[in-house]
């Protein structure tokens, strides 16, 4: 059963172009993580939010937490090859303080 | 500034080997977690541990046992390999419990023959 689901699952686009990544579930979390992974790295943390509704900003990077704190997005803005990567939704249900991750998105920015 | 470390970084082994993935952290954090990535699956959580001699299943347990003597080390050990358990192993730690921050090492590529 995958608690958080993300999509789409793979995006190829060009340089320039704007996307958007969705990380949903029907669980309630306190708060949700983004991490991007690049090849041959592990995880690393980009932005948690917390209060429904958050909206985070990190560059080209937007971040959105939803009202009912079940869903969330990530949308990147004029894309860039530099923006290639893993994308991972994670949070923590119920009170059990263990993360649980969604599948992943793998984002292609082409030159 | 080694933060957190794993070795080795690839391994093959023949089934029904014991193979042993280790891990090191140099910021003390309190909490350490074992997971395991693969295609389709995202990360998924095999141990974690909320200090040392403190250990607790995670979300796939099954053929794996960990040990936390010390703070700093959170070994991974598969008693008797089998070709399912082909996959990168991320260990992680965190200053708090764990759906706060955690530093990622930079993975095991283990190939199970």
């Known amino acids: 059963t995958q608690l958080l689901k993300q999509s789409p699952q793979f995006l190829s686009i060009q340089e320039g172009e704007n996307l958007t990544v969705y990380c949903n579930s029907s669980s309630v979390f306190s708060s949700l993580q983004w991490y991007r992974q690049e090849p041959g790295e592990g995880p690393v943390l980009l932005v948690t939010?917390?209060?429904?509704?958050e909206v985070k900003k990190l560059k080209r990077l937007t971040f959105q937490f939803g009202d009912a704190r079940k869903d969330s997005s990530l949308h990147i803005t004029a894309a860039q090859p530099g923006d290639t990567g893993l994308y991972l939704c994670?949070?923590?249900?119920?009170?059990?303080?263990?993360?649980?991750f969604g599948q992943g998105t793998t984002l292609q920015v082409k030159p | 500034d080694a933060g957190i470390t794993q070795s080795p970084r690839y391994k093959i082994t023949e089934t029904g080997r014991q193979v042993t993935l280790m891990c090191h952290q140099t910021w003390s954090h309190s909490y350490m977690f074992w997971y395991r990535q693969d295609l389709g699956h995202g990360l998924r959580l095999i141990y974690y541990?909320?200090?040392?001699?403190?250990?607790d299943k995670g979300e796939v347990p099954d053929g794996y046992v960990v040990s936390r003597s010390k703070t700093e080390n959170f070994p991974l050990t598969l008693e008797s390999a089998t070709r399912s358990q082909t996959s990168v192993y991320f260990c992680a730690s965190s200053v708090y419990k764990g759906d706060t921050e955690q530093f990622f090492g930079p993975g095991t590529r283990l190939t199970v023959l």
């Open positions: 994670a949070g923590a249900p119920g009170n059990t303080g263990k993360l649980i």
């Open positions: 541990s909320a200090a040392a001699d403190i250990t």
């Open positions: 939010v917390v209060t429904g509704g």
